[in-house]
């Protein structure tokens, strides 16, 4: 199912990476005043402001591409669960902090070099988004993987939990490497990066935090995917009614 109910390539693999920063952005926000510290809840929410506004960037630029009237606000607000074309590892939910961490850090480190990458863009408004964007991933990296050692070399109950965390969501992880028609014509072009490529670089890095942490990385290879064709788990339903409820009680409304 095309995310935007049109066959334009750039558009779809615009509007890709918006939903991935646009769901995390969400779920991120919900943990504001959850945090074990407030610094890390002023991080946290940081974080999710940071992970919006790429996705407000990357939208702006998909409705300009689509030329069909909608705005940022219309692309994120007004499509369906199916419609959504996020990775499953953004969509889902936290149980504890360790499990937030975890998910950050696995994103992180596959945002950093899909940054880089598409910082060489052809497509001058996608390199600038991406350089940015680049800056903070380097920055969120950095804060997730020092979590994900304190959190993992500290107290026993620290490590069951991160561990737990590594555990359950490490099927989603392969999904971020997954590359089809769309990412291929992108690439093509100069436009973007193929996602397949970045496994290496994610491995190596998550390799050598999980061995400084002392967790263990799941010998299970099962892994599951379906996000970028609408198939979603059943957390990202309930995530967009919150999201979604006020622009759909209130069409059109405006502060």
């Known amino acids: 199912m095309n995310p935007v109910g049109t066959d334009n390539v750039l558009l779809t693999y615009l509007v890709r990476h918006a939903d991935d920063n646009l769901v995390l952005g969400q779920r991120l926000a919900e943990y ?19 992970h919006i506004g790429v996705a407000n960037h990357l939208l702006t630029y998909a409705a300009l591409v689509e030329d069909a009237g909608r705005d940022a606000d219309a692309i994120a607000m007004l499509r369906s669960e199916r419609e959504y074309t996020n990775l499953l590892l953004v969509e889902q939910p936290h149980e504890d902090f360790a499990g937030l961490i975890v998910r950050q850090f696995f994103f992180d480190a596959y945002q950093v070099p899909l940054w880089k990458g598409m910082s060489a863009s052809t497509d001058p408004t996608i390199a600038g988004i991406a350089q940015r964007a680049s800056k903070e991933a380097t920055y969120h990296l950095r804060h997730s993987s020092g979590w994900v050692i304190r959190l993992g070399d500290g107290t026993p109950e620290s490590h069951r939990r991160t561990q737990a965390a590594v555990d359950r969501l490490w099927k989603f992880t392969a999904e971020m490497f997954e590359s089809d028609a769309v990412d291929s014509d992108v690439v093509l072009a100069g436009a973007g990066v193929d996602p397949s490529t970045l496994k290496i670089a994610w491995f190596e890095v998550v390799d050598s935090v999980l061995e400084e942490a002392t967790l263990t990385r799941p010998a299970d290879p099962f892994q599951t995917s379906g996000g970028r064709t609408g198939m979603h788990t059943e957390y990202l339903g309930k995530l967009l009614a919150e999201m979604q409820w006020m622009q759909r009680s209130y069409p059109g409304l405006s502060w």
Do not use: C
């Open 32 to 50: 504001i005043s959850y945090a074990p510290e407030l610094e890390e809840d002023l991080a946290v929410g940081n974080f999710a402001l940071d």
